[in-house]
């Protein structure tokens, strides 16, 4: 299986590195239920997702770590967070209601724009859920080797309806829905196309429509917002780290080796978009005018222009892991360097 130095995957990596067996961490066994300690300077962190909460950036990352900013990246702080386990992707819903995930199976959201946090689910709970929910012998298996194994399964990203439906996935193919804003949950890995249990890296929703990508060109869709999935033909058979369902119903992903495709009607038709190098995509953006930005680990941000991505960043950014567009000539990366301003040349031609 491929475990990746990217943004998911700063998450994956970083969960089997640094949030189990880093220097001076605790066990994930005990980070699960410890809350993350309090750093000087957050923003100079390793931090591996970011959204906006209205006007409020929020972040996180290793060790539980949340930090906040009111002035778009200027300034940070630190909020108190009820885990010391890597936090791997956050999202909200609106101003003031979002959902972080994480390793050991975390889910953890807030109403308060991130200034608190609850814990909505964790490994331990998932594999009993799973137990629970198990209708065939193959399902009882995978659910008692969950439990087996303990809290050490990663969720790697999350995708939200509203503020009360969201869909959390994460490595060897787990994937948790909830209806009712994380207070309960039910398993959806009989739902998706994933005999084997590869890693689901990428979970994208347009509308009603919802795209699902991982390791070995696993591609998964569905048409009636979840009820179904399908199986999509991969144009190639490395992993994909991160992609963007568009608002014209187009679909782009990027993974391995510089490898990003774009399926114009988001199923099929695929063509390969030209990258300045074969480095991996590490994450990916749309910014507020519909312009995409990709990162790549030689730490260049990209925008996409007709076929080709163009360089937009002057220097390179130390390992970004994610990237958050400010307005149209600003943003901010994430990454093991923590938080870092970003000028955007979007004037830049093929």
């Known amino acids: 299986m491929n475990f990746r130095f990217t943004s998911s995957d700063l998450a994956l990596a970083a969960t089997l590195l640094l949030g189990a067996t880093g220097a001076g961490a605790a066990p994930v066994g005990d980070a699960w239920q410890r809350p993350a300690l309090s750093v000087k300077a957050p923003a100079r962190q390793a931090l591996l997702s970011a959204a906006f909460a209205g006007a409020r950036v929020v972040a996180v990352g290793e060790r539980g770590l949340v930090a906040l900013s009111d002035d778009r990246g200027i300034t940070w702080r630190q909020a108190p967070s009820p885990v010391s386990v890597t936090l791997t992707t956050v999202r909200f819903a609106d101003a003031r209601r979002g959902v972080a995930v994480g390793h050991a199976g975390t889910v953890l959201t807030t109403e308060d724009a991130g200034e608190s946090w609850t814990v909505r689910l964790d490994g331990l709970r998932l594999a009993r859920l799973a137990k629970e929910a198990a209708a065939t012998p193959e399902a009882m298996k995978e659910a008692e080797r969950l439990l087996a194994d303990g809290p050490d399964k990663p969720f790697l990203d999350v995708m939200l309806w509203d503020a009360q439906r969201l869909l959390a996935v994460g490595a ?26 590869l890693h689901w890296y990428v979970a994208r929703r347009a509308g009603d429509a919802i795209v699902l990508a991982g390791e070995q060109g696993l591609l998964a869709r569905s048409d009636d917002g979840g009820h179904s999935f399908r199986t999509l033909a991969s144009p190639y058979k490395g992993s994909w780290f991160t992609g963007e369902l568009r608002a014209d119903g187009s679909l782009v992903l990027a993974g391995l080796r510089g490898n990003v495709w774009h399926a114009r009607d988001g199923n099929s038709g695929w063509a390969q978009l030209s990258t300045p190098t074969g480095t991996s995509i590490t994450a990916s953006a749309t910014a507020a005018d519909g312009t995409l930005l990709l990162a790549n680990q030689a730490g260049l941000l990209l925008a996409l222009r007709g076929e080709t991505l163009v360089p937009v960043n002057e220097r390179p950014l130390p390992m970004p892991a994610a990237v958050l567009p400010l307005a149209p000539d ?16 979007l004037g830049a031609k093929p």
């Open 172 to 197: 060897y193919g787990i994937a948790f829905h909830s209806q009712d804003g994380g207070k309960s949950w039910a398993p959806w890995m009989a739902r998706l196309p994933n005999p084997q249990g």
């Open 330 to 345: 600003r943003a901010l990366a994430f990454g093991l360097a923590g938080a870092t301003p970003v000028a955007l040349n």
